[in-house]
């Protein structure tokens, strides 16, 4: 109930500020509104098929959502509270599917719908649709980070990470050896959460050990020997200016800016960057080149007995609970997902495919000759933490790991830990 409360709470304090759907009998096939991220016109086109599909059962609108991740929540949060009927499909950001279905914001995933949208899904997808144990969302794209490198950088510092696992250390030393720049993501924002979380995976750890408890019973493994790993390789990449001077500031985009540049050497990022380095390569902006320097692989250990387990991001499809057509809604969702969709979004737009199947198509292959190992990212990937109280948690982190040069392994997962337990506890304020 106490939570219940709380997300009833995020949404009605401005819920009357916000303009419903306007109420209207409907002619014609049901409309269905899709609120979507923005991209590049993928979803539209996606909608716009399977309105056509569809056969007169229903179509399909789509409205866009915010550009960042925390005011698509912020709407969709308060919109929900207030019962707004005119969402009936939403791509959501996995990190918050826990804070709207506690509340019951989502509808239920009829049982034959969850198995078939669970059919060759790859595991970190269906990690970050699940909640409680039970899918909760329809698995969409999936997003992974790779390794990205230049080969004639590591060929110089002799190592080779397409023949296999390499560590923080090595690419640090490497990068160091030939004084460039490593390109990741310090910026006091969603990335530098994305950034620990990784890093404290790929040590064996988690940022919360009982995630499904309330938040006076949350457990926070930060001060642990994997929090002090993650905290080790941020502080160092910081101190030691290993990034360069725009690390405090560098999200997704500023890292591939650097990457790119005459000092770029190693770089964990999305696969985004792959499609646009090659659209500057075409304006005339870069030089080939630089493409074919270009090499990748799996993100770096953390440890090196242990796997890494990569940043897990995309996008997954909620069904509106208040919805005046929730089995429609969810037979448009079995359309969005198919593998034939999703392998025409990851060429079209870049998002990687959470269903294996789109990896065998052979315009994917053509354009990300990654594709094999962006798959293979996925099943390794660890989704953030899922709790309804991820935006306290993620909060926290940014404010007490940022900026990455004040950030020691000695001390900074202990007050990590204790600011976090403190908001949580509601005698903290972030």
């Given amino acids: 109930m106490r939570r219940r409360t709380r997300a009833l709470a995020l949404g009605?304090?401005?819920a009357a500020l916000l303009p419903l759907a306007a109420c209207s009998a409907e002619s014609g096939p049901p409309v269905l509104t899709w609120f979507i991220n923005p991209d590049d016109g993928g979803q539209a086109e996606i909608a716009k098929r399977c309105t056509d599909q569809s056969g007169g059962a229903y179509s399909i609108e789509v409205s866009i959502l915010p550009r960042d991740a925390a005011s698509q929540r912020e709407q969709l949060a308060r919109r929900l509270a207030a019962s707004d009927s005119s969402i009936d499909i939403m791509s959501l950001d996995p990190p918050f599917i826990p804070e709207l279905s506690e509340p019951g914001f989502l509808a239920p995933i009829p049982d034959d719908v969850a198995t078939k949208v669970s059919q060759n899904v790859v595991a970190g997808a269906l990690a970050g649709a699940t909640w409680n144990g039970k899918l909760v969302t329809v698995p969409f794209w999936a997003n992974t980070q790779l390794l990205w490198y230049r080969k004639s950088v590591a060929a110089a510092a002799g190592i080779d990470p397409a023949a296999g696992p390499?560590?923080?250390?090595?690419?640090?030393?490497?990068?160091?050896?030939?004084?460039?720049?490593?390109?990741?993501?310090?910026?006091?924002?969603?990335?530098?959460?994305?950034?620990?979380?990784?890093?404290?995976?790929?040590?064996?750890?988690?940022?919360?050990?009982?995630?499904?408890?309330?938040?006076?019973?949350?457990?926070?493994?930060?001060?642990t020997p994997a929090g002090k790993a993650a905290a080790d390789i941020i502080g160092t990449i910081g101190r030691e200016n290993l990034a360069g001077p725009s690390l405090p500031t560098e999200d997704e985009g500023v890292s591939l800016t650097v990457f790119q540049g005459d000092r770029g050497s190693f770089m964990v990022n999305w696969p985004f960057v792959w499609s646009a380095t090659n659209a500057s390569v075409e304006q005339g902006t870069l030089p080939q080149s630089l493409v074919d320097d270009i090499g990748w692989a799996l993100y770096p250990q953390t440890d090196?007995?242990?796997?890494?387990?990569?940043?897990?991001?995309?996008?997954?499809?909620?069904?509106?609970?208040?919805?005046?057509?929730?089995?429609?809604?969810?037979?448009a969702a079995q359309c969005i997902v198919t593998p034939e969709n999703q392998a025409y979004y990851f060429v079209a737009n870049g998002n990687p495919p959470s269903n294996t199947e789109s990896y065998n198509d052979p315009a994917v292959t053509k354009a990300f000759p990654m594709a094999d190992v962006i798959r293979q990212s996925l099943e390794q990937a660890a989704p953030r933490p899922q709790t309804p109280y991820y935006n306290e948690v993620s909060t926290g982190l940014q404010e007490t790991w940022h900026p990455p040069s004040s950030v020691n392994p000695e001390t900074t997962p202990q007050k990590s830990t204790e600011f976090i337990t403190a908001v949580l506890h509601g005698e903290q304020l972030l």
């Fill in 166 to 223: 390499v560590t923080w250390k090595q690419i640090m030393d490497a990068a160091k050896s030939q004084d460039k720049f490593l390109s990741v993501q310090g910026a006091k924002a969603e990335s530098l959460t994305v950034w620990i979380n990784a890093l404290v995976a790929s040590a064996g750890g988690q940022i919360l050990e009982n995630p499904e408890a309330p938040a006076d019973e949350l457990k926070l493994g930060l001060d």
């Fill in 12 to 14: 009605t304090a401005l």
């Fill in 304 to 331: 090196a007995a242990q796997q890494s387990r990569p940043p897990y991001g995309g996008i997954n499809l909620g069904i509106g609970a208040f919805s005046k057509h929730v089995d429609l809604a969810f037979d």
